[in-house]
């Protein structure tokens, strides 16, 4: 079983930072042989994909929301996954969640929530203009 716990979030004003953190439990190297994602949900809105990374360390994806101001990496060594966040937009206000799917098939094509059976339980973001 794998549990995924998120932290970071927080309060910014628009053009700030922030960098949020997903510890993954469960077994070593987590983060590196799962698919590993980050979502985000505003209220009575669907929850939509922002950043993957693919298992081995085998690519990135972005989207055309945050492309260019937002990153995603790894820390394999310490299971963890982040998301630094820079030029933060009111837009992007919402809950944040971690996403993790052993990568018993591809990664490249997971772009819905369905996709990943493995969810943190959220860290808020609020960005103010």
């Known amino acids: 079983q794998v549990q995924l716990v998120e932290s970071g979030g927080g309060s910014v004003q628009a053009g700030g930072s922030l960098r949020l953190s997903c510890a993954a439990y469960?077994?070593?190297?987590?983060?590196?042989?799962?698919?590993m994602g980050w979502f985000r949900q505003v209220p009575g809105k669907e929850r939509e994909m922002v950043a993957r990374?693919?298992?081995?360390?085998?690519?990135?994806y972005y989207a055309d929301s945050v492309k260019g101001r937002f990153t995603i990496s790894q820390d394999n060594a310490k299971n963890t996954l982040y998301l630094q966040m820079n030029s933060l937009k009111p837009e992007d206000t919402a809950m944040y969640y971690c996403?993790?799917?052993?990568?018993?098939?591809?990664?490249?094509?997971?772009?819905?929530?369905?996709?990943?059976?493995?969810w943190g339980q959220g860290t808020q973001v609020t960005v103010s203009s």
């Open positions: 996403a993790a799917d052993p990568a018993t098939r591809s990664c490249y094509t997971r772009l819905a929530d369905t996709q990943f059976a493995y």
């Open positions: 990374i693919n298992s081995s360390g085998g690519g990135t």
């Open positions: 469960g077994h070593t190297y987590i983060t590196y042989t799962y698919c």
